[in-house]
């Protein structure tokens, strides 16, 4: 898991670019007893990822793997999510994307880690195959 910000503390504050994606966590987000479904900050987080995936692919990719989910914090309903993804690592048609999940509640400036995670997908061609990366 690469960071460019040798200062930053990984734990306590964001990556300092831009997130990949920002939303806000709705009640239609939330399980049963109204927190907010652990499915649906892994489908923000695979939506960043894949986003960066198939910009550096220059076309389709899929999700083949998710490593080490831990959620260390809980989302609520009206949370600002943020989700910053690098790539780690290319190979011939697949590659490697860090991904970080901060939440900042709506009435606060405090930025709060949810959790992070390696998404890997591969290039995908129009023939549903694999491709190499450009």
């Given at each position: 898991?690469?960071?460019?910000?040798?200062?930053?503390?990984?734990?306590?504050?964001?990556p300092?670019?831009?997130?990949?994606?920002?939303?806000?966590?709705?009640?239609?987000?939330?399980?049963?007893?109204?927190?907010i479904?652990?499915?649906?900050?892994?489908?923000?987080m695979d939506?960043?990822?894949?986003?960066?995936?198939?910009?550096?692919?220059?076309?389709?990719?899929?999700?083949?793997?998710?490593?080490?989910?831990?959620?260390?914090?809980?989302?609520?309903?009206?949370?600002e999510?943020?989700?910053?993804?690098?790539?780690?690592?290319?190979?011939?048609?697949?590659?490697?994307?860090?991904?970080?999940?901060?939440r900042?509640?709506?009435?606060?400036?405090?930025?709060?880690?949810?959790?992070e995670?390696?998404?890997?997908?591969?290039?995908?061609?129009?023939?549903?195959?694999?491709?190499?990366?450009?």
């Amino acid at each position: 898991m690469a960071d460019d910000t040798p200062t930053r503390d990984r734990d306590r504050h964001p990556p300092e670019e831009a997130p990949v994606i920002r939303t806000v966590a709705m009640p239609a987000d939330t399980n049963p007893a109204g927190d907010i479904f652990g499915g649906w900050l892994m489908s923000q987080m695979d939506l960043a990822a894949g986003n960066v995936a198939a910009r550096r692919a220059k076309g389709r990719c899929a999700t083949i793997s998710v490593e080490a989910l831990t959620f260390l914090s809980p989302v609520h309903v009206g949370d600002e999510v943020s989700l910053y993804a690098d790539i780690v690592h290319t190979g011939r048609t697949s590659l490697a994307i860090h991904v970080e999940a901060w939440r900042r509640p709506r009435e606060s400036e405090e930025c709060i880690k949810v959790t992070e995670a390696k998404f890997t997908f591969v290039a995908i061609g129009e023939d549903g195959k694999s491709r190499a990366l450009p």
